[in-house]
């Protein structure tokens, strides 16, 4: 099997093991939080990072971006994902999404706490958000 299909079906198996393992909301953290579900090293230097982000209340995420793919699943509340150049998108609970790398981006939060679950597909050794001054 390739290598990028290699990695594509070992991030689809990392986002169903993280959604397995998720806390519930009664158990969810009230500050916002970025934890480390998963990290799997690549031969040929490529890494897959599984990320449980937890957003505050109608917090805004600074411009930035994301070396390699992010994908993502909205396990609960709301947010608008603002890519430059494109119309925002406002995902909800059970929306899934995809950031192309590189990609200028702000995440703003609804008026409730959110929980989402990003995997990200990068070249090994490169920090997963670059925030654009």
Do not use: W
């Not at 890519?83 to 609804?110: C, R, W, Y």
Request: aromatic share 4%; hydrophobic share 40%.
């Amino acid at each position: 099997m390739e290598l990028g299909r290699h990695i594509k079906a070992c991030a689809v198996l990392a986002i169903i093991a993280a959604l397995a393992g998720c806390a519930t909301p009664a158990s969810a953290p009230s500050k916002g939080s970025r934890t480390t579900l998963q990290h799997v090293a690549y031969p040929n230097g490529y890494e897959v990072n599984v990320i449980r982000i937890v957003l505050p209340a109608n917090a805004n995420s600074p411009h930035h971006t994301h070396p390699g793919l992010e994908s993502g699943y909205v396990v609960r509340g709301s947010v608008t994902v603002a890519i430059d150049g494109q119309p925002e998108h406002v995902l909800h609970a059970g929306d899934t999404f995809e950031t192309p790398a590189n990609a200028p981006h702000i995440v703003k939060n609804g008026p409730q706490e959110t929980e989402i679950v990003s995997t990200y597909i990068t070249e090994a050794g490169k920090p997963l958000t670059q925030v654009i001054q």
